[in-house]
């Protein structure tokens, strides 16, 4: 928070005066008045400077996060406990150019007076057509005295941010039907294990780890026993985003394509969650915190407001194709046998000729852009949206 506060020294300088006069003229009433006129001026700073000290304004958002169209409530409280009025209070708060308030504005401004111990509640209703993470603010407060000889200037930096999630667009009908055996599967011998998932205790045996000991089984038995886990094998739907939409970086972003590139990828993280499907979310290009790529933590694999906000947050840059080797060889960590990677791109990259080699991995192409690209033959399917729907390429 700054303070500033804007003080007509004139006044006081001219009650100085008048109070010279007089006293060198020997006119009482001449001094009296500058007299009085220099004390109205110390009360008049004092209770500016108490007005600075007790206001309080506060700012915020109703949500952080919202749908593109919908409404969000920004609410700025002002708040008076002394027992002077605040006059013709001047506030105003800075929007970036995709948002606007419900009349088509790009700033919060307006005036109000706020009363003795009053409690003044603004309330403004933003909007936005296009995803991103925005800020709000910064804001300031322009007020007065009583005796408008004070003019009193609140800059307020305290920053809010405002995350809009992108469209959805629906997924290729064949696709469901390739996700349908995803998730956890009874695993076979050399599968890994669960520990969450206990089948039955046996007789401890050397080599087996003292994490696996069963306390109150050995206990009961007064033997040692240990846990057997039941092997499963994690299928998962992996979605690969390449945000490349021109062949080199210095040609400048297609928007629309970009966009819808990025609604096909929430489209398909929405689904996946809303039918119980394990999927994992990264890509290339950059976003807050990271700059080279981004992966959704394992701890919010099963978040979609978390993988939302990831795809509202990114952006393209001009390291993607660099990138994307490293995010892939992070995939590649985690895939397992009969993994389904969706591949989310306007281009068809060379770096995913690797997954050529993987046994058993399968790969679904969804593209998009003005131009239909080619992918080799070892692809599952490659389907192009185009002109609000999908072409099976």
């Not at 008076?80 to 209070?89: K, Q, R, S, Y």
């Not at 089984?217 to 092997?231: Q, T």
């Not at 993994?339 to 995913?352: G, I, R, T």
């Amino acid at each position: 928070m700054i303070w500033r506060t804007a003080r007509q020294d004139g006044i006081l300088a001219l009650a100085v005066v008048v109070a010279l006069a007089g006293f060198f003229t020997n006119h009482s009433a001449i001094m009296g008045l500058g007299l009085f006129f220099a004390i109205l001026w110390w009360i008049a700073a004092w209770v500016a400077r108490r007005t600075l000290q007790d206001l309080s304004v506060t700012s915020a958002l109703t949500e952080d996060v919202c749908e593109i169209g919908a409404h969000v409530t920004a609410e700025m409280v002002v708040v008076n406990p002394l027992p002077w009025p605040i006059l013709d209070v001047e506030w105003k708060f800075a929007l970036p150019r995709e948002i606007t308030t419900v009349e088509g504005a790009h700033a919060l401004a307006g005036k109000l007076w706020v009363g003795a111990r009053q409690r003044v509640r603004i309330l403004m209703q933003l909007s936005s057509e296009s995803r991103g993470r925005y800020r709000i603010g910064p804001g300031s407060l322009v007020f007065r005295d009583p005796l408008s000889w004070n003019e009193l200037i609140r800059e307020d930096h305290d920053l809010t941010y405002l995350t809009v999630f992108p469209r959805r667009y629906p997924i290729p009908a064949s696709l469901a039907s390739w996700c349908a055996d995803l998730g956890d599967h009874k695993g076979r011998p050399w599968d890994t294990v669960d520990p969450l998932r206990v089948v039955g205790v046996r007789p401890y045996q050397p080599g087996d780890s003292i994490r696996r000991l069963a306390p109150y089984a050995s206990a009961r038995l007064r033997r040692p026993m240990v846990k057997e886990w039941e092997r499963v094998q994690d299928r998962s739907l992996e979605i690969l985003l390449h945000p490349k939409t021109t062949d080199h970086h210095w040609e400048g972003i297609d928007r629309i394509t970009l966009e819808d590139t990025v609604s096909i990828a929430a489209g398909v993280v929405q689904w996946a969650l809303e039918n119980k499907t394990p999927v994992g979310l990264q890509g290339s290009g950059s976003m807050p915190g990271h700059i080279h790529g981004f992966t959704v933590g394992h701890e919010s694999r099963g978040d979609l407001t978390a993988m939302l906000t990831a795809l509202a947050w990114l952006q393209p840059s001009g390291t993607m194709d660099e990138d994307l080797v490293e995010v892939l060889h992070k995939t590649l960590q985690r895939l397992t046998p009969q993994s389904l990677v969706v591949f989310v791109s306007p281009y068809w990259p060379e770096a995913l000729d690797i997954l050529a080699g993987r046994r058993r991995v399968r790969l679904v192409h969804l593209s998009t852009g003005p131009i239909i690209p080619e992918t080799p033959n070892w692809v599952l399917a490659h389907y192009h949206w185009q002109e609000g729907g999908w072409l099976h390429v």
